[in-house]
């Protein structure tokens, strides 16, 4: 991926920039109780940080210093460097959200709200649907620790996500699904049954199976040689008598 600058238009990225630095002297994070200005303070350093950091492509930690600087001091122009440099990471979904939330602010200046419309229009188009049914259909279906809803389409971005299910009864199911940028995709993970030990045998060492609470021993000699085994019902061949 380029830098800010590639990711918009130079004139229009420079504008913004310069708006985000003025903005800056009041971005970056610390407790509740520091003063106004110590808080502004940080979330100056924390932004300008951010920017040293975007301009080295350094995106994950330039992602990092916006969010702290967004967190202490909530202004716009962080909110949009912060959505830019999760664009830059891949993480398509959660730019939408922060750069959505920008183009809503009501003093975003036209030409710059027009860029970033164009953007999360290009982002949702790498945005992959996927729905994913389970077996059973009554099961805690989650995407990357996100509660999703069995059956229900829902997008993420491209690249590989773990899915877990689990339901009672039945063994949890964890998988690794790989997405393609905007795709649809329709997946299925299905779960193992449990069963009791009522239902059947266990093996507890060499040679030896539970059936019923019967210790049975699977190979019986009769005359110096081996029976055949028999396999029955309960799933495992012992010699028969």
């Known amino acids: 991926m380029g830098s800010v600058r590639g990711l918009v238009p130079n004139a229009v990225v420079v504008a913004m920039l310069l708006a985000g630095r003025a903005a800056s002297a009041q971005s970056e994070e610390s407790p509740a109780t520091l003063s106004p200005g110590r808080r ?10 951010g920017i040293s950091l975007a301009d080295r492509l350094q995106w994950s930690e330039a ?4 969010e702290q600087s967004f ?44 860029q970033m419309r164009t953007i ?6 790498r ?12 099961a805690t279906l989650t995407v990357d620790d996100a509660m999703r809803t069995p059956g229900d389409a829902f997008v993420a971005d491209p690249g590989r996500h773990v899915v877990a299910a689990a339901a009672q009864g039945f063994r ?23 069963r009791s030990a009522s239902a059947a045998p ?6 030896v199976v539970i059936a019923t609470g019967v210790a049975v021993a699977i190979a019986l000699v009769v005359g110096g040689a081996e029976r055949p085994p028999m396999c029955g019902a309960v799933a495992t061949c012992i010699t028969a008598p």
Do not use: C, K
């Open 127 to 138: 945005l992959a649907t996927v729905t994913i049914h389970t077996v059973p259909t009554v």
């Open 202 to 207: 266990w093996i507890i060492g060499t040679g």
């Open 40 to 49: 502004d303070a940080r979330a100056r350093a924390a932004f300008e940080r």
């Open 172 to 194: 949890r199911n964890v998988q690794t699904l790989g997405l393609h940028a905007g795709e649809r995709r329709v997946f299925e993970i299905r779960l193992e049954a449990v």
């Open 120 to 125: 999360i229009t290009e982002m949702r188009a």
């Open 71 to 114: 967190d202490l001091v909530p202004r716009p122009a962080t909110l949009m460097n912060l959505g830019l440099a999760h664009r830059a990471l891949g993480r398509y979904a959660q730019a939408i959200d922060e750069l959505s939330r920008f183009v809503a602010q009501i003093d975003t200046a036209p030409e710059i709200a027009l």
């Open 63 to 66: 992602a990092a210093a916006f």
